[in-house]
């Protein structure tokens, strides 16, 4: 038996019509885009990334009536960040961001920084919250761009993005979201948030393949980045400098096209299936989770408290207990596949107070089982009693 509740690092099963979507193109299409001689395989592979542009455009809300030409298409959140904060950020400026960022976010960051961009980390609560107040302070001091978690990856500690993004609107602040938690499990809108640019991941949340992911640009801010990547585009290949025109801007090279199949396959998964059907459903488990955690003795939930606006992403310690043997005897004695460790986010577990040692992660998804949460449960009372 193995049951996966890991659904914080990828989501897992993905629905049938996402594997199918990706080996139909393989084996049906199969055409490069904009790089062929217009035949009915080329037209399929142009049509499959449009459709999958303005699906992306509608599902998260994107400027100009949806105009995907504003959907860049990238291999994963972290390209997605890289493009925003090395196309954007020049020396002289400054950047805020929170405590509870992702090392996509983090590092980038840290890397402006040491090529003369200043640097403003917002301390967040001990529950992992940022203070819209503390945002507003920093912003008001100057600053060029915010970037802040929508979600915790760590402690599934739900930002109130609203309040976050008024504030760096009054300040005039272009502000961009990191949606990788969020995107497919939380409703938002790049255009009502009036975000710079959110970036998203197509593998978690939205059920996609790894290896896809993009940014829902604001036209405006689009035009003051630089590409990351330059070279063919299929487009005005004439030239011998990087198209400025969308989407071309920011996509060199051949995209994912058999993962955008999939990515477009999943979102309609989840526009059929219903978004606050699975929030519902994840919610549920999550709490059921929550509340068994409770009862063990020993264990400490890091991060939000009972009723705080969460996600179910769970990461808790056992007094005297390594995270990460923990994780080895759920798998190997009860086929329970978690993640141990500091999750790629450093920072977050210093402001929750696991660092170095970390915790261990439990993340149920919409294909999990309350079975699932009664068989975790079990397993972890044993192993916190032996």
């Not at 509340?291 to 007094?319: A, H, M, Q, T, W």
Request: charge should be negative.
């Amino acid at each position: 038996m193995s049951i996966y509740l890991n659904n914080a690092a990828t989501t897992w099963p993905k629905p049938e019509t996402v594997p199918k979507s990706i080996y139909d193109f393989i084996v049906n299409r199969g055409a490069n885009v904009a790089r062929g001689s217009a035949s009915v395989r080329d037209i399929q592979s142009l049509d499959n990334v449009f459709s999958c542009r303005q699906k992306l455009a509608e599902f998260l809300g994107g400027y100009e009536k949806c105009d995907p030409r504003f959907i860049t298409l990238t291999s994963n959140i972290t390209e997605s960040i890289n493009i925003v904060v090395k196309g954007f950020l020049r020396p002289g400026m400054k950047a805020v961001t929170s405590s509870m960022e992702h090392n996509s976010v983090l590092r980038p960051l840290r890397r402006a920084e040491t090529e003369g961009v200043a640097l403003e980390i917002i301390p967040c609560s001990l529950k992992g919250y940022m203070d819209p107040a503390l945002l507003k302070k920093a912003v008001s001091d100057g600053a060029d761009i915010a970037i802040i978690n929508h979600c915790s990856n760590v402690s599934g500690s739900l930002q109130n993005i609203w309040d976050i993004a008024e504030v760096c609107r009054e300040s005039n602040v272009p502000i961009v979201v990191d949606c990788a938690q969020t995107a497919g499990i939380v409703k938002i809108s790049a255009k009502d948030l009036g975000a710079a640019a959110l970036c998203f991941t197509g593998h978690k949340g939205l059920f996609g393949p790894q290896g896809t992911g993009g940014i829902v640009w604001d036209p405006d801010f689009a035009k003051k980045c630089s590409p990351l990547i330059e070279g063919g585009t299929g487009s005005v290949s004439h030239e011998e400098y990087q198209p400025v025109q969308m989407p071309d801007k920011f996509e060199a090279g051949t995209p994912n096209l058999p993962g955008i199949a999939g990515l477009l396959a999943s979102v309609e998964w989840i526009e059929n299936e219903g978004i606050e059907k699975i929030r519902k459903h994840e919610d549920n488990l999550g709490r059921m989770l929550e509340e068994g955690l409770r009862k063990i003795d020993n264990l400490r939930i890091i991060g939000p408290g009972e009723g705080d606006p969460r996600l179910p992403v769970y990461s808790f310690n056992i007094k005297g207990k390594d995270n990460a043997r923990l994780a080895r005897d759920l798998s190997d004695i009860y086929g329970i596949e978690t993640r141990p460790g500091l999750h790629c986010a450093p920072l977050a577990h210093r402001t929750l107070g696991t660092f170095p040692e970390g915790a261990l992660r439990i993340s149920p998804g919409y294909f999990n089982t309350a079975d699932d949460i009664r068989h975790a449960l079990n397993a972890l009372t044993e192993l916190a009693k032996n």
